[in-house]
């Protein structure tokens, strides 16, 4: 509701000051079915061949999805749920060869945005469970399989190498990480960086909005371009941060948390009524 209205504010500006005509619905990206299927979170479910409104809120969709995936989970014991977990890999085996052998991003057929989300799923079941094998490795080891592990994932998204590999590494940082020990862990848990991580949700979500309202006149009103200034490309970044940041600490404040809290006391409040404490 706050991207529709933002178009909408965006559409009543442009025709305030007359300039050229914009509409809140562009045919495409922006439109009544995929605004319908936004408000229900169905919007990466594979009926669009590319991300609609706030393009980051694909991956809510797809996220909902893989909550139904957990619910149906654990509806299933003993034999079914061991069938379950070898189906769901044998999926996400066969979407990242089917990527690797393409040479394709993982994100390249926007229609398969369920598989993909549904796949590093799995790949954070398989995590849990191998959990165990961290507690026997030495903080001082840990640190360095850290270190390496860090170095390697910056190296793989700096050169443009496969999505698999990356998506690899950030599954055994995950995975050497999860007990809170090494170096990696204690540089994480700084205030600064613990406060980026609560407003990250709402960076997210966010950033993508800003920087379409912050693109349109840029270079009309700076003179420097971004796809040819080395310094008009550091300058929009800096305002896009400096724009993002209190934005994101206002909507975590008074959408998020609030949110949040009157989900929690509704969900408790009908948990109460259907299970009365004895």
């Known amino acids: 509701m706050a991207t529709l209205l933002f178009f909408i504010t965006v559409a009543l500006i442009n025709w305030q000051l007359e300039k050229e005509s914009y509409c809140v619905f562009d ?56 069938l379950a977990l070898v189906a769901l890999s044998c999926t996400a085996v066969l979407f990242y060869c089917l990527c690797l052998v393409t040479g394709s991003d993982v ?8 598989v993909r989300a549904a796949s590093a799923f799995t790949i954070g079941i398989m995590l849990f469970l191998g959990r ?18 860090s170095i390697a994932l910056l190296l793989a998204l700096h050169f443009g190498l496969a999505d698999v590999l990356s998506i690899a590494l950030m599954a055994l940082i995950v995975l050497i990480t999860w007990e809170d020990r090494g170096y990696l862990c204690n540089c994480l848990t700084t205030r600064h960086i613990h406060t ?27 003179e420097l371009p971004l ?13 896009l941060i400096s724009l993002v940041l209190p934005i994101s600490v206002w909507s975590y404040r008074f959408l998020e948390m609030p949110t949040r809290r009157w989900i929690s006391l509704r969900l408790n409040g009908l948990l109460e009524a259907k299970y009365p404490p004895k």
């Open 27 to 82: 045919g495409s990206l922006r439109n009544a079915e995929s605004l319908v299927a936004n408000l229900f979170l169905i919007h990466a479910w594979g009926m669009f061949d590319w991300v609609t409104w706030n393009l980051p809120s694909w991956s809510l969709s797809a996220e909902f999805f893989c909550y139904l995936i957990f619910t149906a989970l654990l509806t299933l014991d003993g034999e079914n749920w061991k």
């Open 227 to 239: 796809q040819s200034s080395a310094a008009g490309s550091l300058l929009f970044v800096a305002c």
């Open 196 to 222: 980026i991580g609560l407003l990250s949700f709402s960076i997210y979500m966010w950033h993508y909005l800003i920087k379409f309202i912050a693109q349109k006149d840029w270079d009309y009103y700076t």
């Open 132 to 149: 165990g094998v961290i507690s026997a490795i030495s903080e001082r080891r840990l640190t360095y399989i850290q270190i390496v592990a």
């Open 107 to 114: 994100d390249e057929n926007f229609r398969l945005s369920t």
